[in-house]
């Protein structure tokens, strides 16, 4: 009971903290709501610190996950006063919304709530600003019980910033338990720091809480591993139905991913013991078929053609769009047949949001430069990280490894989820920020395995990749400030040797004891 009052009471002096940041109306008003939504919040805080075992946990845990709300909460407070003043004169960011989606959502949840109509039309009618309903629903009735008469969007920020931050728990919980607790500090961090997440998780957006579910379920998978089968899978099922509620595609993505897991680890034995868990996965892999079916009204429950309606309903129309507002993607488009333009777009999407592209541009209001530059940061220091791990999980020793698992299902999901994106700069970090789990674990393994094994090739995985960077930062200075420059088939090539040249002479220049430095303690690449 005193840790219960403690974490409510934290949540209680967030909610006033907000109320009298809140840009919209005066702390009077929405004082009652936001002291309920942030004593909710620190129940919820207090709930998965429950989960996660009653021992104590390393003190810089609790900084990363304190500084994981705080950059949250903190980034929609300042979005939310400074969009309006310095971003672009549209009636999103004239309102301090970050997202496009996340002001059409929430005008209807406004709607919605304001009406008579009961707020189960959110699932059994959504609209198309949530085809799944599950936000909508949520912040509806945040707005028609909660709301003096106002319309308040951090109130749905102080939630998804909350469940932002206690991702990062459970995400240390899995990594710690999978890879060891120095990895595991890593990966705690990636998921607290990484911009994306951040960003996300001062919005109205749908995926704090499907980062959520992910990292609940993957810690819960975690706990199997080490034989406690029963308390793993309430949480793997509890995260997925979490994910669930907001986004029935998500939800079924988590069951596939640990449901893989378990089978490619060997752990599916034949007896007794596992019937129940198996036939609660199956159930549970039904009715989220049938739930995404029913929303979406795709399919009847069929898991292929639910998601290859995911991947190609919006796969040609980003495409065209990426192609009408590039220059440069018109070029390449017209230089090559029409089936290399979908590949090409999804090779382009995995280097979003791109850092040199960032850097250079000067053509759009500042706020919005300075945030392009902490995006294209964030993913210019983590990919090469999660190309190595990849690469290292291959030669890491036997099939049935964690983290070859890990590589194959991220960068697999990567690929799928850039190709229907077609490299779009917003869409393509957003899907891929709700694996978050996923990247923190897997780059902190590849660090800590590099560590250990003495291994030169995360090096030259770092340096191939900032040699290839600055070559493109070259040539986009040439665009945006008309300096002498390659041209883009030029710039392209030039990158392709260096790439060869570099790494040829690395693998010459280790010559004959090449075989026996890939395999010191460890196999490595």
């Given amino acids: 009971m005193r840790a219960v009052l403690v974490w409510a009471a934290g949540g209680l002096l967030v909610g006033i903290l907000v109320t009298l940041l809140d840009p919209v109306g005066n702390p009077t008003q929405g004082l009652p709501a936001y002291l309920l939504l942030g004593g909710v919040a620190g129940l919820a805080a207090w709930a998965a610190r429950r989960a996660l075992g009653a021992g104590p946990l390393p003190r810089a845990l609790s900084v990363a996950l304190g500084l994981a709300f705080a950059l949250r909460i903190g980034v929609g407070v300042a979005l939310a006063h400074a969009l309006p003043r310095y971003g672009y004169d549209r009636e999103a960011q004239n309102a301090g919304y970050v997202y496009q989606d996340a002001w059409l959502r929430d005008k209807d949840a406004w709607d919605l709530g304001r009406s008579d109509r009961p707020l189960v039309e959110a699932f059994t009618a959504p609209q198309s600003s949530d085809q799944y309903g599950g936000l909508l629903w949520l912040s509806a009735g945040i707005y028609r019980f909660l709301s003096a008469g106002i319309q308040q969007p951090l109130m749905i920020v102080l939630l998804s910033a909350t469940a932002g931050a206690v991702a990062v728990w459970f995400g240390w919980g899995f990594a710690s338990m999978a890879f060891g607790g120095r990895a595991g500090m890593l990966a705690a961090w990636v998921m607290a720091l990484y911009p994306d997440s951040v960003l996300l998780g001062a919005s109205q957006m749908r995926e704090p809480f499907i980062i959520a579910g992910l990292s609940l379920a993957l810690f819960g998978y975690a706990r199997t591993r080490t034989g406690a089968i029963r308390p793993g899978l309430v949480q793997v099922l509890s995260g997925s139905l979490i994910a669930l509620v907001i986004s029935p595609p998500s939800a079924l993505m988590i069951l596939v991913l640990v449901g893989v897991a378990w089978v490619w680890e060997g752990r599916l034995r034949p007896g007794w013991g596992l019937g ?220 392709a040797a260096f790439v060869v040249v570099y790494l040829g002479v690395a693998i010459l220049r280790d010559g004959g004891s090449a075989r026996r430095r890939l395999t010191v303690s460890t196999p490595e690449v």
């Fill in 276 to 495: 129940w868990p198996i036939a609660v996965g199956i159930v549970a892999l039904v009715l989220t078929l049938a739930a995404w079916s029913a929303v979406t009204g795709v399919g009847g429950g069929n898991p292929l053609a639910l998601v290859g309606n995911w991947l190609t309903e919006g796969a040609e129309y980003q495409l065209t769009l990426l192609e009408q507002g590039s220059g440069w993607a018109q070029k390449l488009f017209d230089l090559t047949p029409a089936w290399a333009h979908a590949p090409m777009a999804t090779v382009y999407g995995l280097t979003r949001p791109l850092l040199p592209a960032s850097l250079a541009d000067n053509s759009g209001a500042t706020l919005w430069q300075v945030i392009g530059i902490w995006r294209g940061l964030g993913w210019f220091v983590l990919h090469p990280f999660l190309i190595y791990a990849g690469l290292a999980a291959v030669r890491s020793g036997g099939w049935r490894r964690l983290e070859l698992y890990l590589a194959i299902a991220f960068w697999l999901a990567a690929i799928l989820v850039s190709y229907r994106a077609a490299g779009d700069d917003w869409d393509n970090p957003r899907y891929r920020a709700t694996l978050i789990p996923l990247m923190a674990s897997l780059a902190a393994w590849g660090w800590w395995h590099a560590r250990q094994s003495k291994s030169v090739w995360l090096r030259r995985t770092l340096t191939v990749y900032l040699g290839a960077n600055l070559l493109l930062a070259h040539w986009f200075i040439g665009r945006y400030y008309h300096t002498p420059r390659l041209s883009l088939e030029a710039t392209l090539a030039a990158m």
